[in-house]
């Protein structure tokens, strides 16, 4: 029997808008922040790298904290919307206060100045926006179809916006000066347009009513009894041991956090174009052989995950493809060849883009589960690994990135660097992401959280 539509086109696509905004936050921070701060602003890489990596000790506690706090919301919006409409405008204002770090000040009250930004932004704001935004996918919809196709429209989104923001932002920032005042200037205008967007996409969408969203559901009788108890009627606590007892959960976690330490790498790369390669502007040239092929497999992504009858197959044979691109990659660097890592990278990326487009299918599956087995729903809590490994890989892996360059004796503002020093690039660039890519492919071959839930109803006789 066919499953029952929720959403039009124009919803999908509005919903789907919404990582522009997020990418205008997380490709810019990710990408130059690091940069700035070390070639623009003069602080050492590696007490920039150690400060990140403090400010994630807060981070840990706030996905949790903000996926229970949706759970529990009840208003005229909904339980996510008004978490993913007003928790930008945080987003925007701590944005623009990471690039604007004044350059007047001491050594100390600048790292505090970015210190306190950027915890602010990934443990407060950007947390509750994220997290909002993803449980949307569970709240407007119980078509698995279409919770697929919102995955593939955003990430086609999310993955434009950074290829944007990749192509153009050194160029940008050379145009408006190239100094202190065009980093902040630049990181205004995407602040702005970030919350324009988030705007229109948190009102493109509704969330179902929550008796809907309970009424088809059956806990673990199979009668339906828990249906009342199925929301809200939970503390932080318990929230955390739902999550922990949900194995997938542990596993997307994992693959979340490995994902954003390759993506961390992978925009490292503007260190090793502009010291190994000679050439900063092939930053932008290698954005577009990442995020094209992405944005292709994630056009296709719904049509494949039918062909095949569920995502864990195509999940799977993705990250094969994307691990034999990245090995070529390494094989490619190492020959000096730009056009042929290119290619492969490509091919990495065409490999990357299943997971990436039903993602959050998978998540919805994950709580989904979760209800099933501990007749608990939690979408908000269980979105809450896309915050927490955007946070904690993200962040941890930039921290690497500073720790390492320090450890290999780079100097931002040095007009020549040591061979460690690009010796250490290398390895960034070429052997990480790869070993990272190996990782996710073994997660991806244990995460078949379809099955589990097939399993679970044929065992209490559900109906799918």
Request: charged share 15%; proline share 2%; glycine share 10%.
């Amino acid at each position: 029997m066919e499953e029952k539509k929720y959403l039009k086109w124009y919803n999908k696509v509005g919903y789907g808008s919404g990582d522009i905004a997020g990418n205008v936050v997380y490709a810019f921070l990710t990408s130059f922040v690091m940069v700035y701060l070390t070639d623009t602003i003069g602080l050492a890489s590696g007490m920039v790298g150690t400060l990140i990596a403090v400010s994630k000790l807060f981070d840990g506690f706030t996905d949790i904290f903000f996926g229970s706090m949706i759970d529990k919301t009840h208003s005229k919006m909904g339980k996510a919307r008004p978490w993913m409409l007003y928790g930008y405008i945080g987003c925007a204002v701590t944005l623009v206060c990471c690039f604007a770090v004044p350059v007047s000040l001491g050594k100390t009250a600048q790292y505090a100045w970015f210190f306190i930004a950027y915890t602010l932004l990934n443990g407060v704001f950007y947390t509750a926006n994220n997290i909002a935004y993803s449980a949307l996918t569970s709240l407007v919809t119980k078509n698995s179809k279409e919770r697929v196709q919102m995955g593939s429209y955003r990430f086609i989104f999310a993955f434009s916006t950074s290829l944007l923001i990749q192509t153009i932002t050194v160029g940008f920032v050379d145009a408006c000066g190239g100094d202190a005042a065009a980093w902040r200037l630049v990181a205004i205008i995407y602040a702005a347009a970030g919350l324009a967007v988030n705007t229109l996409s948190a009102l493109s969408v509704k969330e179902l009513p929550e008796e809907e969203l309970n009424g088809s559901a059956e806990g673990k009788d199979g009668n339906g009894s828990k249906a009342a108890d199925a929301e809200g009627n939970y503390g932080l606590a318990q929230a955390f041991r739902l999550l922990v007892k949900n194995k997938f959960y542990l596993m997307i976690c994992g693959a979340y956090i490995l994902q954003q330490l390759y993506s961390a790498m992978i925009g490292a790369g503007i260190y090793y174009m502009t010291w190994v390669l000679k050439n900063k502007n092939l930053f932008g040239q290698f954005a577009w052989a990442v995020n094209i092929p992405l944005i292709i497999a994630l056009v296709f992504t719904p049509t494949l995950v039918g062909k095949w009858k569920g995502m864990y197959k195509l999940n799977l044979r993705g990250y094969i493809i994307a691990v034999i691109g990245r090995a070529l990659v390494v094989v490619a660097g190492y020959m000096g060849s730009i056009p042929l890592m290119m290619a492969f990278t490509a091919l990495a990326a065409l490999g990357q883009g299943p997971w990436q487009g039903d993602m959050n299918a998978v998540i919805a599956s994950c709580s989904e589960y979760t209800y099933l087995t501990q007749g608990k729903r939690v979408d908000g809590t269980m979105y809450s690994c896309t915050s927490l490994g955007v946070k904690i890989g993200g962040g941890i892996g930039t921290a690497v990135v500073g720790w390492l360059l320090e450890f290999s004796g780079y100097v931002g503002t040095n007009a020549t660097q040591p061979q460690s020093a690009l010796t250490m690039m290398q390895f960034m660039y070429l052997w990480l992401p790869l070993i990272f890519d190996v990782l996710i492919m073994l997660v991806l071959s244990r995460l078949n959280v379809e099955g589990a839930n097939e399993k679970i109803k044929r065992e209490h006789g559900l109906h799918p």
